[in-house]
Structures are given as structure tokens and as C-alpha cells.
Nanobody
Framework: QLQLVESGGGLVQPGGSLSLSCAASGFSLAKYYIGWFRQAPGKEREVLSCISSSGGYTNYPDSVKGRFTLSRDNSKNAVYLQMNSLKPEDTGVYYC????????????????RGQGTQVTVSS
């Protein structure tokens, strides 16, 4: 069974950092584009970032540029979202998704999608 599983979420104080992981089982992530999305309470899911199979990445919203970094470790079959200088408005459920051909700005644009991990930024 092909699965993506996010982990690393939790409660963090404003200004803190978290590193989220997106791990695959049943297939290799090495050739896949991986997107990260966030859904804040009461809001629609929004695209955050996407990393290509070669490791280059793009952060989409201005709100995360300079604070969020993507990386991948193909030997561990995982992609990581490093989040620094976290703010209360970063609170939400974070999802990763995988696709073979390109990045997508929509969650449904990826054939493989995780179940999400909760991030809460609060003092």
C-alpha cells in the first residue's frame, strides 16, 4: 500500500521551531515532487512549498518565505519541512503530498496525500 505519513507536529511557543517529516512507505520518494500544505482552523487548505526531485524548492506564500525550508533525504525516503520563527498564525494541520511530474498548487493535484500533522503555535 502506498502511503505518506507526516510527523513532527506539536505545540510550540511563538518564535520557536519545528521540523516536520513526510515519509513514504510502499514507494520511493526519490523521483517525486513533494508539496506541503496547511489548513488553519476555519480556513481553506493553502499551499506552502514544493520541492523537486533534484532538491530545489519554492515557497509560495510571502508569509513563510525566509522562515520555512524544505529538504529531502532520499536514503531515508523522507522530505522535511523546517519551520523557524513560528507565529500563532502558523497554527494548523500540515499535509504533504507527492506527484511524479511537477509541483501543484492544489492538494488534490497530487495523487498521493498524507493525513496531516497538527502544529499549534501558542504561548
Amino acid at each position: 500500500q502506498l502511503q505518506l505519513v507526516e510527523s513532527g507536529g506539536g505545540l510550540v511557543q511563538p518564535g520557536g521551531s519545528l521540523s516536520l517529516s513526510c515519509a513514504a512507505s510502499g514507494f520511493s520518494l526519490a523521483k517525486y515532487y513533494i508539496g506541503w500544505f496547511r489548513q488553519a482552523p476555519g480556513k481553506e487548505r493553502e499551499v506552502l512549498s514544493c520541492i523537486s526531485s533534484s532538491g530545489g524548492y519554492t515557497n509560495y506564500p510571502d508569509s513563510v518565505k525566509g522562515r520555512f525550508t524544505l529538504s529531502r533525504d532520499n536514503s531515508k525516503n523522507a522530505v522535511y519541512l523546517q519551520m523557524n520563527s513560528l507565529k500563532p498564525e502558523d497554527t494548523g494541520v500540515y499535509y504533504c503530498a507527492a506527484g511524479l511530474y511537477s509541483c501543484s498548487t492544489t492538494y488534490d493535484g497530487y495523487p498521493y496525500r498524507g493525513q496531516g500533522t497538527q502544529v499549534t503555535v501558542s504561548s
